[in-house]
């Protein structure tokens, strides 16, 4: 019914129907796995009492990365109101929940979020393997009331300092890989001692580890990080002329999270005869956002620990032109599918180029296995 002397709309014939009749949300998930990456808040209100003011403060959603149907990491936010229980997941409970989608707007959000109880979550694996904490460096010494310091660095109380090179960065969170190249630690990016928007990967960093103890148990993650001048870590570590050709045989565990150990490999056996094999970390990629995958020809140098460094992918590399800029992306008109340009990130392209629309480029096309999805790595300006 519409009212004309003011264009409003109201309800007429009003009925009551059953609980659940009126739905605008559908689950299309049930019983996931996740693990809490930001914390949930109610800031200064709580939902069994009521705000003394008229407008309540607006409560602060959290976010769950997860494994989805086809084997990708995905983070879902969800609100404190979709929490079951007494309290809210802290940062690193695994929990579980259902993943809904509003009709509305055909997002998609965690509901019935429940924190494990079953005393498992210290154990629990990150999507990054957590990795067993690291020993501390040699150079750390330790001074009196627990106090521990690393060169000119702020003392850590009760803690020791360790070292490592950043070698992942999500949304809100990270993974620095430790200084002996063959594991890792969680952080999330409020224990960044800075702004997270200067982290890079493979940049050198010291860390305490802390246990944050929630209602689920408790989970190992890297405090207090700073980030190191570099050559802080290892400056002893020289590197062989002699260029190498050889082949990826086992990726970085961020390319492959399923596998076991942490390091990737390659060896330099290209046919079924034996070969040499050297491990690498996220040091040893000439560009660190490079995706090698199992059977990549690359070539490389060795360092004097016998690791693998300065890896490069020796990829056929492609020609196009610029069909656009958007923020950090770029489009190129080089099409894999009818409809869907290529696309690459700011930080691929070589030498700081400043592309424009038009603009001719030279590039390769890498393939991220985990999701199916391409793009061009490597773009280099044409004259």
Not at 165 to 184: N, P, Q, R, V
Not at 251 to 269: D, F, M
Request: charged fraction near 20%; charge should be neutral.
């Amino acid at each position: 019914m519409s009212n004309f002397t003011n264009q409003k709309m109201s309800a007429i014939r009003i009925k009551v129907v059953p609980t659940g009749t009126v739905v605008f949300e559908t689950i299309v998930e049930r019983n996931i796995e996740g693990l809490v990456t930001k914390e949930p808040t109610w800031g200064d209100w709580s939902p069994t009492k009521q705000s003394k003011t008229p407008d309540k403060p607006i409560d602060t959603g959290g976010l769950v990365l997860y494994t989805s149907k086809d084997g990708t990491k995905k983070s879902i936010g969800f609100s404190p109101k979709s929490c079951i229980g007494g309290t809210l997941p802290a940062l690193g409970d695994k929990v579980e929940f259902n993943v809904a989608q509003v009709k509305r707007s055909k997002e998609l959000k965690a509901v019935d979020v429940r924190v494990d109880l079953s005393g498992n979550n210290g154990s629990l694996v990150l999507p990054t393997p957590v990795a067993c904490l690291p020993q501390p460096t040699n150079n750390v010494q330790a001074v009196n009331n627990n106090h521990i310091t690393v060169g000119n660095s702020k003392p850590a109380v009760n803690g020791a300092i360790h070292q490592g090179y950043i070698a992942a960065l999500k949304d809100g969170f990270g993974f620095i890989e430790t200084h002996t190249h063959d594991s890792e630690v969680f952080f999330h990016f409020s224990n960044f001692e800075g702004d997270a928007n200067s982290l890079e990967l493979g940049c050198e960093v010291e860390y305490t580890v802390g246990s944050r103890t929630s209602s689920g148990g408790s989970c190992a993650s890297a405090e207090n990080v700073n980030i190191l001048q570099k050559g802080t870590i290892a400056p002893h570590v020289t590197i062989a002329e002699d260029i190498l050709s050889g082949k990826v045989v086992r990726p970085l565990r961020s390319v492959n999270p399923e596998q076991a150990a942490y390091c990737g490999v390659i060896t330099t056996a290209l046919t079924d005869e034996e070969g040499a094999s050297y491990d690498f970390g996220i040091t040893g990629l000439s560009n660190k956002r490079e995706l090698l995958q199992v059977g990549d020809p690359v070539q490389f140098q060795v360092d004097s620990e016998g690791r693998a460094v300065n890896i490069s992918a020796v990829r056929k590399k492609k020609k196009s032109t610029v069909d656009s800029i958007k923020g950090q992306f770029g489009f190129l008109s080089y099409e894999l599918e009818e409809g869907k340009k290529l696309f690459f990130h700011i930080t691929e392209v070589k030498d700081g180029a400043n592309l424009q629309a038009g603009d001719s480029v030279e590039f390769v096309v890498v393939t991220n296995q985990r999701n199916g999805k391409s793009f061009a790595c490597n773009v280099s300006k044409l004259p």
